[in-house]
């Protein structure tokens, strides 16, 4: 289809809730099942794209799929252009704001249209871009919850198996001492060799996190994420100043401005975008262009599939988390090899859906 103009004729929206083979139990709720919106764009030429969408909870599923009906009727008869439709979405949400379920929406339909501009190519993702498909290093984030320190050391050893050597632990337990305790526990169990991160995912006050961090300084860590409330850069700027230990950030920035902003304020060590947060691929680029610029490591956060693409072609790729959340519904999961995740040499970013497991756990 080289040359062709391709014209979308459909955006088909579907919400699923699948089940967490690993509940997990953080600093502000738990986490028991795995609320996806998948997206499926079609075209004139047969060429079609896809991507999905972690909700966090089921109550957003509802609502992402009223928001993405109405937003992908603007792009029914449209040339598939990734960077056009982009622009013209994001002009369309100017007053609502791209945040929230609208960035969401717009990093959806943005994967979505990149996984089929690449098939239109007949190219995988990695190298529509520019890249390479080569083993990115990924580190477990699928579990290892606020569990305590027998629990969290028994999961954290069955979490390496894949050949992974590097684990992201959850803090924020009530008191420090507990969070030492558990951080011990986990060390014993999987010893020197493996690399080890801790999420406070928000919880601390800014006293607290002084004071956590630097009571973590001694123990190794490869980073400290989120310790206080991610939108407070200067506070985190403060924090990353005292410690020893790295500081991560970036998960919860909303496109690339907003990445920038904790970049120039000096809010962490090195920064860690969700897709889906950051404006999909599109807004991966660009991401990915501020972190080069700024020499900032940059890592992935959630989708595994789509992120062995995408940090094939980051400059200052650093670590892949690993979730396997979508598995149930994908036909194939992510390929591992000795901790490493290889991106698919089929044309797009690879993923195909399990139509009868989606049909099954279908709630939108």
């Not at 699928?142 to 632990?169: D, I, N, P, S």
């Not at 959340?325 to 040499?345: K, M, N, Q, T, Y």
Request: aromatic share 4%; with cysteine.
């Amino acid at each position: 289809m080289l040359g062709e103009r391709i014209t979308i004729s459909e955006v088909q929206v579907r919400g699923v809730e699948l089940p967490l083979g690993r509940p997990l139990r953080l600093a502000g709720g738990e986490l028991t099942s795995t609320p996806l919106v998948l997206v499926d764009l079609e075209t004139d030429q047969g060429v079609g794209g896809c991507g999905y969408a972690f909700c966090y909870q089921s109550v957003a599923v509802k609502p992402l799929v009223v928001l993405l009906r109405g937003l992908s009727a603007l792009l029914v008869g449209e040339e598939l252009a990734p960077l056009a439709i982009e622009a013209r979405l994001r002009r369309e949400v100017t007053l609502l704001g791209a945040q929230g379920l609208v960035g969401i929406a717009l990093a959806l339909l943005d994967t979505a249209c990149w996984d089929a501009h690449a098939k239109a190519q007949g190219l995988p993702l990695v190298r529509l871009l520019g890249g390479t498909p080569q083993p990115v290093r990924a580190y477990n984030g699928c579990g290892l919850g606020l569990v305590g320190a027998g629990a969290a050391a028994t999961e954290a050893e069955a979490l390496l198996e894949g050949g992974f050597r590097a684990l992201k632990l959850r803090l924020g337990y009530p008191t420090l001492a507990e969070d030492l305790a558990v951080l011990r526990a986990v060390r014993g169990a999987v010893g020197d060799g493996v690399e080890l991160m801790v999420d406070y995912n928000q919880c601390l006050s800014i006293a607290e996190a002084f004071t956590r961090v630097r009571a973590l300084d001694d123990a190794g860590l490869a980073w400290i994420e989120e310790p206080t409330r991610a939108d407070d850069f200067t506070s985190h700027a403060r924090i990353a100043a005292a410690a020893r230990t790295p500081i991560q950030l970036g998960e919860n920035c909303w496109g690339p401005s907003e990445l920038s902003r904790a970049l120039v304020a000096g809010a962490s060590d090195y920064v860690m975008p969700d897709p889906m947060r950051i404006g999909g691929v599109t807004g991966w680029l660009r991401a990915a262009a501020l972190a080069e610029a700024g020499g900032v490591p940059m890592s992935s956060c959630l989708s595994p599939e789509l992120s062995a693409h995408l940090l094939g072609v980051t400059a200052t790729a650093h670590w892949l988390e690993y979730a396997d959340f979508a598995a149930p519904i994908l036909c194939e999961a992510p390929r591992l090899i000795d901790g490493h995740v290889v991106p698919s040499e089929a044309p797009g970013h690879g993923m195909r859906w399990d139509t009868r497991q989606v049909e099954r756990h279908r709630i939108a």
